[in-house]
């Protein structure tokens, strides 16, 4: 792995999918004796909560689901 000019890193695949790493979690670097680790913090949200969130973008971002209710999507999706 290698940090970049911005000091950013990338979290390889396999272990953003192992750890159930997602595009906007938020992680925390701590010093642990001389070793940097790498933990989720506190306040992640929940898969499902993830999925609420992504649910709610797409709606405002897709012009067929714009003004729809969360009830008349989830009729969609189960359809």
Known sequence: MRMNANGQ???PAEL???FNLREGDELDVIDDGGTL???VSGG???PGER???QMRRHRFDN???AGLT???IMALLRD
């Open 9 to 11: 890193v990338t979290i």
């Open 16 to 18: 953003r999918s192992r």
């Open 37 to 39: 680790r790498i933990v």
């Open 44 to 46: 992640a949200d929940s």
């Open 51 to 53: 999925l609420v969130r």
């Open 63 to 65: 012009p067929d689901v």
């Open 70 to 72: 969360t009830d008349e």
